[in-house]
């Protein structure tokens, strides 16, 4: 049914990267020592089997491939890239043992058979201890940064390391950088090496922590992503987070936390939660022991996951849960606080839709920011009125925008990857009275049309989509939606090009005498269409407008997966013309580029976009320190010229213009520095999307002072409420 299907990207960063990143710690002894055995679970073995009697069932999977040896070497091939993608770890000859189990993986999964996958990530664990002990002794002498040598930084097209020589040289290049980069920073050797070593022991930390469970849920998104890119498995613990951001709400103290060496850090507090209701906790904070009630026993946390340790926390509203608290400004040898917190229902505001207020000229324009199309499924599949939903959300800010007497809207889509197709088609519907919005192919070719059948809209005035290429599925359902039926005006840049619908397949839908857990499926169930018949995979929704383009198709999108499934067409649904809006295009582009090349604003925009593409391109950066120190210079200079010219305009300063490159990590940083440097970010400067309102603001200009262009625009029934004064 609908209101089961969601889409959304899916997006695997190579696990060593990721892990890397997500904290630090400083032992001396290696992880290697300290890693868990992997041993397969009863529990895993039973999801195994379940999620290869649903990935080969073509009446579940919309492009259904048999398990065989062609599709176990690709199973194979993507489970090293998760590993190590950057090929930074294994070895020529670490791949030649692995090659035993090529073409085995498929009798591996049809029998539960889960060592063999194991086995190989207990060899990447290994190789990280082992690559972290050769970084660390790299750092007992200074490195000679007068030699012209280069650190190829983007290896994911590298070939694996011959030998351990070579892999040596590599990592030698690899700590030069970081070292290079603190040097630029200011730091002296004796810093560079306790801040080095530090990292490169928390990498060692985090991948020595993994246990059978991430090394199970890899492998098997490895399987599932050989079906197509947006199929994968989800981990109980996975799933629950999933749900949780899909409800936009949680039961428990309302604090985001982070891993910061030994630590669990508090990085953000949620307004009106239980924790910032009680005033006894503050970022930066730090928990080192968690107790249940008023009376259960302090669980030292200290060197913990970051993940064991929200799970303690987390817990069933009217619960209280008890923290020791190492207050931000103390010592790490201070005595901790005792704070006690009763949980309760924390909503996720700041990832629901936001409104705000542009002014252009006489015109106010609305803005409607919506992250992503979230809904709470269990509550609407409870019959719930309440639930929680983006359609619903974003009604309540259209009628509080009318209040406010706003001349236009503009739906601000940027980044948002997707989420319910049931929201989608709901949102769409705030806009069109009603009408086919998406129609749906589903797995042996049937073809359903999802449609508004509610008559009425929230909003029947100007209109303007604004996306990027991040914008994806659900954005792309309701972008293309409302460019199908002359409904309103899409800025920005083509989008991601993702067509396809995903279903979530609970595998604990059936009762069980206990509390064992499976998790989740998420799989391509379907594809969809636009109205006209078009499709949005790998092409995307093309702007009426465009901006310059930050990431093209041969960088980012659907057209970058391997396995992407391919476009085509079908034949149209009927729908109703809303307007001819391409009437407008010519003009408003012709104003729009005379406004931009006076908005110092939007060119700086425009240029960083520039720099960004032609480093991105570069894959390498050079080790000569005066080579580097050339280039930080002149990026300090034109960052003060630019922040000389905000000033001399009168423009407010951007938050960012000060900054230089530190040398260090997110997790190295002040976590209240953090959280102050994203909050000013994203306060500060939007020319993209004042641009938009001022393109929108333009439209209502032309047609109110027009009134042939407004005939040819605009079908007679619409003009005197939609565009009219």
């Known amino acids: 049914m609908l209101k089961h299907k969601i889409i959304a990207l899916s997006a695997t960063l190579p696990l060593a990267l990721a892990l890397a990143a997500s904290g630090n710690a400083a032992p001396e002894d290696t992880a290697a020592a300290r890693t868990p055995a992997l041993v397969p679970s009863v529990e895993q073995s039973a999801a195994m089997r379940m999620v290869y009697g649903i990935l080969s069932d073509s009446r579940y999977v919309y492009r259904s ?60 664990q290994r190789r990280v201890a082992e690559r972290v002990a050769y970084a660390r002794s790299l750092l007992k002498q200074p490195f000679d940064f007068s030699k012209d040598e280069t650190w190829l930084y983007d290896r994911e097209q590298a070939q694996w390391a011959a030998n351990e020589a070579e892999l040596n040289e590599a990592w030698r290049k690899y700590v030069k950088n970081d070292a290079l980069r603190l040097k630029l920073a200011g730091r002296n050797q004796d810093e560079i090496r306790k801040t080095l070593g530090k990292r490169y022991a928390g990498m060692a930390e985090r991948v020595g922590e993994l246990r059978s469970d991430d090394a199970f849920e890899t492998f098997m998104n490895a399987y599932a992503g050989s079906i197509d890119p947006h199929t994968s498995y989800m981990s109980p613990r996975s799933a629950e987070n999933f ?30 939660g239980p924790a910032a209701n009680s005033g006894k906790v503050t970022v930066g904070d730090r928990v080192i022991a968690v107790g249940q ?62 409104k705000r207020i542009i002014e252009v000229d006489d015109r106010r324009i609305g803005v409607v920011e919506l992250p992503t199309f979230y809904l709470d499924f269990d509550a609407r599949r409870r019959g719930d009125k309440d639930a929680r939903s983006a359609t619903a959300d974003v009604a309540r800010l259209l009628r509080e925008l009318r209040a406010e007497q706003v001349d236009g809207v503009v739906i601000d889509l940027r980044n948002n990857g997707g989420g319910s197709l049931l929201e989608a088609v709901e949102l769409t519907g705030l806009f069109i009275d009603s009408g086919p919005v998406v129609q749906v192919r589903e797995t042996g070719g049937r073809v359903s049309v999802e449609a508004d059948d509610d008559a009425g809209v929230a ?99 659907e057209s970058t997966y391997d396995n992407a499934l391919p476009a085509t067409r079908i034949a149209q649904a009927p729908h109703g013309n809303l307007g001819n809006l391409g009437a407008l295009t010519p003009q408003l582009v012709a104003n729009h580029q005379a406004r931009v090349a006076k908005d110092a604003e939007f060119q700086w925009w425009a240029a960083d976009v520039e720099r960004f593409r032609s480093e991105r391109e570069k894959k390498q950066v050079s080790l000569n320190e005066d080579v580097r120190r050339a280039e930080r210079d002149r990026l300090a200079a034109e960052r003060k010229q630019r922040r000389d010219e905000r000033v001399a305009a009168g423009l407010e300063v951007d938050a960012d213009a000060a ?48 009134g042939k262009l407004t005939a040819q625009v605009l079908p007679l029934t619409r003009q005197p409420t939609i565009w009219a004064e």
């Open 243 to 272: 749900n949780m951001q899909m409800r936009l709400s949680l039961e428990g103290i309302g604090a985001v936390l982070q891993r910061q060496d030994e630590f669990v850090v508090v990085r953000t507090i949620v307004p009106g």
């Open 65 to 124: 491939k048999p398990l065989d040896d062609e599709l176990s070497a690709d199973i194979h091939r993507r489970y090293l890239d998760s590993l190590d993608g950057q090929k930074l770890f294994f070895t020529q000859a670490d791949i030649q043992r692995f090659d035993a189990q090529r073409l085995r993986h498929d009798d591996a999964i049809k029998s539960q058979q889960l060592a063999p996958a194991f086995d190989i990530f207990a060899t990447y």
């Open 659 to 706: 900054l230089v490159d530190d040398g260090l990590t997110y997790n190295e940083r002040s976590v209240a520095e953090q959280a102050a440097e994203e909050e000013a970010a994203k306060n500060g400067p939007d020319p993209l999307l004042r641009e938009s309102a001022a393109i929108l603001a333009d439209a209502l200009d032309l047609l109110s002072s027009d």
């Open 293 to 354: 009630g008023d009376t259960g026993p302090m669980v030292d946390v200290v060197g913990w996951r970051i993940d064991d340790t929200v799970q303690l926390i987390r817990g069933k509203k009217g619960t209280k849960v008890r923290l020791d608290i190492l207050p931000a400004e103390a010592g790490v040898d201070a005595k901790p606080e005792l704070v006690v917190i009763e949980r309760d229902k924390v909503k996720l505001e700041q990832q629901a839709a936001q």
């Open 459 to 557: 909003w029947d005035g100007p209109l303007a989509v604004l996306v990027n290429r991040a914008s994806a599925s659900a954005s792309e359902i309701f972008a293309a939606a409302i460019q199908d039926y002359g409904r309103g005006l899409i800025i920005g840049e083509p989008t991601f090009g993702k067509g396809t619908v995903q279903s979530l397949i609970d595998l604990d839908r059936f009762p069980r005498k206990d509390d064992i857990k499976f998790g989740q499926v998420k799989l391509t169930v379907a594809q969809f269409f636009r109205v006209d018949g078009g499709t949005t995979q790998h092409a995307g929704v093309v702007p009426d407008l465009e901006f310059p383009v930050s990431l093209d198709a041969t960088e980012y999108g």
